[in-house]
């Protein structure tokens, strides 16, 4: 079965690294997107990727970095940078054959700085 | 710009109570209109969808119409079950807008 796939389920960084969580999609969409979730709130979007070696920053950018280089892939990197990184991060593809059939998520990872 | 509001949460009812969470939208264009569920500790799942008027998506017992001439996307359900205790988004495709996400709890 086609889907999203987030790795790691769970992470934690000490103060000062970087680190780098997975996202990986076998649905071949051209979209995807990373989103933060903080505890009782709505989804911000980080960043997003309409197509291969292309992206845009999104509401909170700032912290984070991203790479494209395969459609299946859409890493994102929480930089020393991101002053609260502790948060749930999901990350969502878009198909848009034949009508938009919405987001697919992956299970998310909660990334914890310790 | 396009944004989408959800009614606040928390919704608090009793199990077989009828459910209503209230979704309008604002957009330039055409969206297609969607409600997520999440539950604790995962990603958000696609629960139904519309992409034109007057269509009704429906899954799970939970239904939505796509109602243009009042811009909004109610989600409803006859009789709700603990199991439905979650978090509901309703979300407009044009640019990538959820709102803010209603939490609901069921009391058995």
């Known amino acids: 079965d086609g889907g999203i796939t987030q790795s790691p389920k769970y992470l934690f960084r000490k103060e000062g690294q970087n680190v780098t969580l997975s996202c990986e999609q076998n649905?071949?969409?051209?979209?995807m997107y990373w989103y933060r979730q903080d505890p009782g709130q709505g989804l911000r979007l980080i960043y997003y990727?309409?197509?291969?070696?292309?992206?845009q920053k999104g509401d909170i950018a700032e912290g984070y970095s991203v790479s494209r280089e395969k459609k299946e892939s859409f890493p994102l990197t929480v930089t020393s940078a991101q002053k609260n990184p502790t948060a749930f991060y999901l990350c969502?593809?878009?198909?848009?054959?034949?009508?938009?059939?919405?987001?697919?998520f992956g299970s998310g990872t909660r990334l914890t700085v310790v | 710009g396009d944004s989408v509001t959800q009614m606040e949460g928390p919704v608090t009812l009793s199990e077989e109570a009828f459910l209503t969470i209230n979704c309008t939208y604002t957009?330039?264009?055409?969206?297609?209109l969607f409600w997520y569920v999440q539950y604790p500790g995962e990603g958000l799942q696609l629960l139904l969808k519309?992409?034109?008027?007057?269509d009704k998506g429906s899954n799970k017992g939970f239904e939505a119409t796509y109602r243009k001439e009042t811009t909004s996307f109610h989600l409803e359900k006859g009789s709700v079950q603990v199991s439905d205790s979650a978090v509901y988004f309703c979300?407009?495709?044009?640019?990538?807008?959820f709102g803010k996400g209603t939490r609901l709890h069921i009391l058995p």
């Open positions: 969502a593809s878009l198909g848009w054959d034949r009508g938009p059939y919405g987001y697919t």
């Open positions: 649905l071949n969409h051209d979209a």
């Open positions: 990727s309409q197509i291969v070696n292309d992206f």
């Open positions: 957009a330039t264009g055409y969206p297609s």
């Open positions: 519309a992409t034109k008027a007057d």
């Open positions: 979300a407009l495709i044009l640019k990538i807008i």
